[in-house]
């Protein structure tokens, strides 16, 4: 067997048998990354055996368009890593829409996910969706009390939701609908907030920051992507906030708006502490 | 959110880099500030670090041959229902070409299936749901009889891809059928499909008839026959679910599984329940199609 750390150094110039050639040898590589990708999204069976083959003829496509542009900067695999993980961002997104499953519906599997997209982001009641599912489940069979014991859990994690009724939300006035004024205002916010921030730290301790606090991620993962030594990360992470939140304050923003623009999730308002990364002294505010 | 910017594939590659630590400093800090500023770029960086973060799997190596994969012309994006709908007129004239040319038994149930009008597959959204999915391994992990299964459910889709004009599609099941046929172990098959691929690829005329009655002629005697022609049958059963004919379904014969498949209790199980479903009339499309789907899963391997 081939290692993945072998394959090929450039594509550009490469005829298209040779680029057949290296689809077919990595086929299995590309498999075995649309089934984890797969699995990350909750997608079910059809959903995900569609997503393998409509990502399949992406890459493809067009004389292997994409994979020709390979220059050789990478590992192959790890470019088609990235190619697959740009491919299965789009499906998502023509998927899901805006809507993204909340890390709760994944934690509970596929039929989780299917059942709060239903309820989330098509607005259906229990009720409706429960229907559905069952009328979609044939084979196999989903029980309804399965389904119904999952509506009750997904429904506890939406933290802070209130539900009114329809006559309650007549009298409420009516909000801005213009579709471009509050994403254009957002983005005005975050430019001004970035462009202040990173005049204050560097642009790589503010990632650290972002996916720490914007993602939710460890300092273990977030030092094992950056490359960066786990141990000291923690004082960097505290220093690196508490400069940012100097900065940004003495700049004139205030910090709660700040968190909001950033839509950092993780309150990071607590005193952090550099020790236990198990027990981390930041509170979580609510899933993603 | 801040404007993201396109992320061409030069920009894919240089995140590739710069996750197996491969930039320089400069470079690493214009990837970093772009990861900052570009959602679009950040949730691409996101979801690929899931990936990084598993062992990576091993890379087979290249077929012993050259394997001639098909190469899709530019074309525009396939649309999911757009090229449906030339496609209605083809399918009575498929079903009568295609099911009359094999009686698997005493029984024929493909004559009276021969009969019925696919049109409504037309107006169907899911049929393509089944679209091709190369084997893994290049094919030769599936067993003989899996893969003859599946190259007469790939076979049925070829022709109604074909048919319906969509040639990304045609040429995307082409290749899957070159696979099978090496995993069948026939080298006559397998060349059969490698020259239709070359002509689907050429976009010259292709004879599909031909391949089919050249393809039965070679597996005369050959344990794959039966699975292939049931793999047909039950493809065929699937798109009328979905051309809204369950009426005309029911009035079929039932399927019998082949002895290849005997002891596969999953799709023993499944084809009662189909018996059993088509039995009753309240039962809707969307029970059979999903046992229908259930079937072909349990079969494929």
Redesign the interface.
Known sequence: MQTADEGPADLRKADREGVEKVFLEHLSFIEDRLEHQAQRSSFSGEVAEDFSSWAKMRLIEDGYRRLRAFKGRSRFTSFLTVVIANLVHDYRNHIWGRYRPSAAAKRMGAQAVELECLLVRDGLSENEAVAMLLSEGGVPQVHEEELRELASQLSQRQFGRTFVGTEELAELEAPNTDPGSEAQRRSQSLELVLDAALAGISAQDFLILKMIFGSGKSVADAARALRLDQASLYRRRDRSLAKLRRHLTESGFDWSEVREVLNWQVVVDSQLTAEDESEPAVEIGTER | ???SKI?S??D??????Y????LGPGER?RV??R???DE?Y???F?????????E????????SE??????????GP?SNTGWLLPLAAGLVLLLGSFLVLRSPGPVDPWATLAEVDLSGLAASHDWS??????P???GTSSSPSQAAFRLGVRLVDLEVAQRGGDR?LAV?LSTETVLLGEALGKRSVEEAFRRLRADLLEAEDTDLGGVRASLLAELEGHPGLEPFLFGAQVELRRLLVLAGQLKELRETEALRLPSAFEGNEKAAG?MR?IDSLLRTDEV?E??????Y??LI?ALAG
């Open positions: 959110m801040s404007e992320i594939i030069e894919q590659e240089e995140l590739a880099a996750l197996e630590g491969g800090a970093e500030e990861l900052v500023r679009r950040y949730e691409l996101e979801i690929a670090l899931e990936s990084f973060s598993t990576e799997p091993e890379v087979s190596p290249a077929p050259p394997t001639a994969f098909p190469t899709a012309r530019p074309s396939r749901r089944q679209s091709w999915s190369l893994r391994g290049s990304e995307g499944l329940e809707g969307v029970r059979v199609r999903a046992a789907d259930a899963a």
